[in-house]
């Protein structure tokens, strides 16, 4: 779906680590490789979020959503994806 679509931020709910080989493929698309990915995990621990962000991940945090902070995050992740060459805002 992302490749059809070209959002400005991915959000993803992971719902175990591995869960980052889904976005080793838009990854892989000059079109979708600069769209931030988000995820949330309720059971991360440091290690994993460390490993997550190295695979390319944008951002991860843990369960339960702190609103603010997620709301930040993706106001960061937005301008991040729309000074990416050839983006432009809608």
Known sequence: MVGTILPDVVMMD?????GIEAMKIPAQD????RIPAVARNANALAGDIGHVLREGLFCC???PAKIKELLDILNI???FSLSAPGRTTR
């Open 14 to 18: 992971l719902p175990a680590i591995n």
């Open 30 to 33: 000059p079109a979708t490789s």
């Open 61 to 63: 945090r843990t369960k």
């Open 77 to 79: 992740a937005v301008e």
